[in-house]
């Protein structure tokens, strides 16, 4: 099995531009969460989504960060216009509903300049 | 929210040396998961523990739910196990979203 699949893995982008990440779950796992990680910081939860539906965005910050995740499979996260603080390491992770059996992708790693 | 401490932030160990690491929290949690990402940032869950105690190889971990703390033990340490250890426990009732904690890292060196 392939496991959580990310892209692109590194991604150097000027301020106030636009940056997409992709992010491909493992097979029959519902859940979908994106993860932000600060330097020297724990993973923070930005969005998670059952199937197709966001059922925490709480911590998005919505003015300028956008995910869909369509036909419940696939999600793509957006930052638009990139900001300096934006500069993280993102995490895409999967698990079946209930939680358990949560696997990361190798995460993309953003740097804004 | 739910604070949780993890120590030491740092420790560096000789190879072959044996480690404790520890996450205290401030309430009861479900569900304490702990989690080891390697150097290039991959996060592999390593223990389901929620309570009691769990043995994989040269890892164990123990959790006493009731005193509000978990530990991870790490037996003869191999260069392979450096990298940063996170605790992790849910937000809410079941097991979704984590919430993790700011980690140990950890440097075995030959």
């Known amino acids: 099995e392939a496991g959580v699949v990310q892209s692109p893995r590194y991604k150097i982008i000027e301020k106030k531009q636009p940056v997409a990440f992709w992010c491909n779950p493992i097979?029959?796992?519902?859940?979908l969460y994106w993860y932000r990680q600060n330097l020297g910081q724990g993973p923070e939860l930005l969005i998670r989504y059952e199937n197709e539906e966001a059922v925490d965005d709480s911590q998005l910050p919505k003015d300028r960060f956008s995910a869909e995740r369509l036909k419940g499979v696939d999600s793509t996260l957006k930052i638009q216009p990139a900001e300096l603080g934006d500069s993280a390491v993102y995490l895409c992770a999967s698990s079946p509903t209930g939680g358990l059996g949560y696997t990361f992708g190798s995460g993309t790693r953003l740097t804004v300049v | 929210g739910i604070q949780v401490e993890q120590s030491p932030p740092d420790l560096i160990l000789q190879e072959g040396a044996n480690s404790t690491l520890r996450c205290n929290f401030s309430?009861?949690?479900?569900?304490l998961q702990w989690f080891h990402q390697n150097p290039w940032g991959q996060l592999i869950n390593l223990f389901y523990?929620?309570?009691g105690t769990k043995q994989n190889g040269r890892l164990s971990a123990t959790t006493v739910a009731t005193e509000r703390y978990s530990l991870l033990y790490i037996s003869s340490s191999q260069t392979t196990d450096s990298g940063v250890y996170f605790c992790a426990f849910p937000h809410n009732s079941g097991n979704t979203p984590l919430v993790f904690g700011k980690g140990t890292r950890l440097s075995v060196i030959a």
């Open positions: 523990i929620p309570s």
């Open positions: 097979s029959g796992h519902n859940t």
């Open positions: 309430d009861s949690v479900n569900n």
